[in-house]
């Protein structure tokens, strides 16, 4: 009867040796197999909070894992693998289990991209951020001060705030998190640009830096004349000149603006009118990049005083009224 018991006892112990050797041998193969994912890779969405259980549940539903007990183990032995985070990830062919728990536990999801550009105004990069589906809308439908409101900053004007650049982000993201750091570079870009500024600039403060920096962008057509657009200001502010550049005009008139500016237009007084205002407008005109600010930071040490288009994006920069009333002339009335 012991014999029986022991023989029994034996071929028991032989059984799940051999079962455990099988689980095993499975268990390895499953480590180095890849999941069965299209050619071209796909992309998996892993919600907030979802378990490695889930996961794997997840994975044997849509047929990329054949037995998902297999990826729970590999949990119980290694337990960081089980600190998965949320996003959107692209899962490129062969990838095996591990590798895509390594991808997961560091969170390396997609990124995505929005572009503000350089000399657009605050409705423009609204618009873009309005229209990009992978972000998260939480500022449909309100106001600009309620945006800066929601912003932290609700006495501010929006215009020129935020830092024209291309940003990245995961899906999800939100367009209040997007605009909050765009307006984080501002402020950062703006606070250097000050901080090595040239002396003797008739600026008061970074706001102001601000407002002629949005105006030299709005103004230059090629890169290599921003400083020489910037000096044009500079001196214009120095010698209580009105600025008169037109870019403000078309700011102050709004939706009303149809391509052209006519006479009536450049008298009539606006806040941004700069025909008619002295100094500064009150607020920037569109948002200015880096090399915008620099240049007024370090604008060129020239004596033009005037500066017309010839009409290729190219200025003709005059010291005098005769020579810029002959410029108009040549380049703006054809004589």
Same mark, same amino acid.
């Given at each position: 009867?012991?014999?029986?018991?022991?023989?029994?006892?034996?071929?028991?112990?032989?059984?799940?040796?051999?079962?455990?050797?099988?689980?095993?041998?499975?268990?390895?193969?499953?480590?180095?197999?890849?999941?069965?994912?299209?050619?071209?890779?796909?992309?998996?969405?892993?919600?907030?909070?979802?378990?490695?259980?889930?996961?794997?549940?997840?994975?044997?539903?849509?047929?990329?894992?054949? #037995?998902?007990?297999?990826?729970?183990?590999?949990? =119980?032995?290694?337990?960081?693998?089980?600190?998965?985070?949320?996003?959107?990830?692209?899962?490129?062919?062969?990838?095996?289990?591990?590798?895509?728990?390594?991808?997961?536990?560091?969170?390396?999801?997609?990124?995505?991209?929005?572009?503000?550009?350089?000399?657009?105004?605050?409705?423009?990069?609204?618009?873009?951020?309005?229209?990009?589906?992978?972000?998260?809308?939480?500022?449909?439908?309100?106001?600009?001060?309620?945006?800066?409101? =929601?912003?932290?900053?609700?006495?501010?004007?929006?215009?020129?705030?935020?830092?024209?650049?291309?940003?990245?982000?995961?899906?999800?993201?939100?367009?209040?998190?997007?605009?909050?750091?765009?307006?984080?570079?501002?402020? #950062?870009?703006?606070?250097?640009?000050?901080?090595?500024?040239?002396?003797?600039?008739?600026?008061?403060?970074?706001?102001?830096?601000?407002?002629?920096?949005?105006?030299?962008?709005?103004?230059?057509?090629?890169?290599?004349?921003?400083?020489?657009?910037?000096?044009?200001?500079?001196?214009?502010?120095?010698?209580?000149?009105?600025?008169?550049?037109?870019?403000?005009?078309?700011?102050?008139?709004?939706?009303?603006?149809?391509?052209?500016?006519?006479?009536?237009?450049?008298?009539?007084?606006?806040?941004?009118?700069?025909?008619?205002?002295?100094?500064?407008?009150?607020?920037?005109?569109?948002?200015?990049?880096?090399?915008?600010?620099?240049?007024?930071?370090?604008?060129?040490?020239?004596?033009?005083?005037?500066?017309?288009?010839?009409?290729?994006?190219?200025?003709?920069?005059?010291?005098?009224?005769?020579?810029?009333?002959?410029?108009?002339?040549?380049?703006?009335?054809?004589?």
């Amino acid at each position: 009867m012991i014999r029986l018991l022991l023989k029994a006892a034996l071929a028991v112990i032989l059984l799940g040796g051999i079962l455990a050797a099988l689980i095993w041998h499975q268990y390895q193969q499953f480590l180095s197999q890849p999941l069965k994912t299209p050619e071209q890779g796909m992309t998996l969405s892993i919600p907030q909070g979802m378990s490695l259980r889930a996961l794997g549940q997840k994975l044997q539903q849509e047929g990329m894992l054949q #037995d998902e007990r297999l990826l729970r183990l590999y949990g =119980r032995l290694h337990p960081e693998a089980t600190r998965i985070k949320a996003g959107e990830y692209h899962l490129a062919a062969g990838l095996t289990p591990v590798a895509l728990l390594d991808l997961l536990v560091a969170g390396k999801t997609v990124s995505h991209s929005i572009t503000l550009v350089e000399g657009w105004s605050f409705a423009q990069m609204m618009q873009a951020i309005e229209g990009h589906a992978q972000l998260r809308h939480e500022l449909q439908g309100l106001t600009d001060a309620q945006i800066m409101s =929601r912003l932290g900053h609700p006495e501010e004007h929006p215009e020129g705030r935020f830092f024209p650049d291309t940003y990245l982000f995961p899906k999800g993201f939100s367009d209040l998190d997007l605009l909050r750091r765009a307006y984080a570079a501002m402020e #950062d870009q703006l606070a250097a640009a000050w901080k090595e500024r040239d002396e003797g600039l008739p600026l008061k403060t970074p706001y102001e830096m601000l407002i002629l920096a949005s105006i030299v962008e709005k103004e230059t057509g090629l890169a290599g004349e921003r400083d020489r657009i910037a000096g044009v200001f500079i001196r214009r502010l120095n010698k209580g000149m009105k600025l008169q550049t037109d870019p403000t005009v078309i700011y102050g008139m709004g939706a009303s603006y149809n391509g052209n500016i006519r006479r009536r237009d450049l008298r009539k007084a606006t806040p941004y009118n700069t025909y008619v205002i002295p100094g500064l407008p009150p607020t920037p005109i569109c948002m200015p990049g880096r090399e915008a600010l620099l240049s007024v930071a370090h604008p060129a040490d020239e004596k033009a005083l005037y500066f017309v288009a010839k009409g290729d994006g190219s200025h003709q920069f005059s010291a005098t009224l005769k020579q810029h009333n002959a410029a108009v002339r040549k380049y703006q009335l054809k004589k």
